[in-house]
């Protein structure tokens, strides 16, 4: 089983929908990273949480420490938000991080 | 501020060839860090520095691969011999360790082919 599990692995959405995109981790954390990879390879980082929620623009992201989940949020899909979406977290003791697996956004105009 | 800059941005070398591949960290960053990115594997962390002192390099695969950082703004990630199933994405990034918001800023990647 992986440290850092995302869902769902592929997510296809119609402009202006609002989309969840999960994360699960089982190992103690610091800090839970949400990046987005562009279809050209790029990587950005979006958000970095340790509790609560933060929001940027369209993009809303969560974390719940006690039940060990995150969740990413994107209210008014546009399809250039189409991208992977990957989850990362920071394990406690160090600054490495661990990934999961990406989820695979495509948005249709 | 540029960034971080990677380079190559794309490698194309034979099997037994030795590559180096190149990052140059934000200015004031003190960690840098050696991501690879796969189809199979997904991103994986290879080793990553902090003042320049290798913190921890549990994922560098085998011998074949080292990495070094000779100073604040310099290291390289070396590959002797390579072989085709290193072909990979190599991303640096790099942080400022100690702030709150401790973001890891990452380069283009080095998208390298072993043949």
């Known amino acids: 089983k992986n440290e850092v599990e995302q869902s769902p692995q592929n997510l296809t959405a119609q402009e202006g929908e609002f989309i969840t995109i999960n994360c699960s981790y089982s190992?103690?954390?610091?800090?839970l990273h949400w990046l987005q990879q562009h279809p050209g390879g790029g990587i950005v980082s979006l958000f970095m949480l340790s509790s609560g929620k933060k929001k940027h623009g369209r993009l809303i992201a969560t974390i719940n420490i006690q039940e060990k989940h995150s969740s990413l949020h994107i209210t008014a899909s546009h399809p250039r938000d189409s991208a992977v979406y990957i989850c990362?977290?920071?394990?406690?003791?160090?600054?490495?991080?661990?990934f999961g697996e990406g989820t695979q956004l495509t948005v249709n105009p | 501020d540029a960034g971080v800059i990677q380079s190559p941005r794309h490698e194309v070398t034979e099997m037994g060839q030795e590559v180096t591949l190149r990052c140059k960290p934000i200015s004031g960053h003190n960690s840098l860090f050696w991501y690879r990115q796969t189809m199979m594997r997904g991103l994986e962390l290879l080793i990553y520095f902090n003042n320049n002192v290798p913190i921890d390099d549990s994922g560098m695969p085998e011998d074949r691969f080292s990495a070094k950082m000779p100073n604040a703004s310099f290291s390289t990630l070396k590959i002797q011999p390579s072989e085709p199933r290193d072909s990979a994405v190599y991303f640096c990034?790099?942080?400022?360790?100690?702030?709150?918001?401790?973001?890891?800023?990452f380069g283009p990647g080095t998208r390298l082919l072993v043949l």
């Open positions: 190992v103690g954390i610091s800090a």
């Open positions: 990034a790099s942080s400022l360790v100690g702030r709150l918001q401790e973001t890891q800023y």
């Open positions: 990362a977290v920071r394990v406690t003791s160090g600054s490495r991080l661990t």
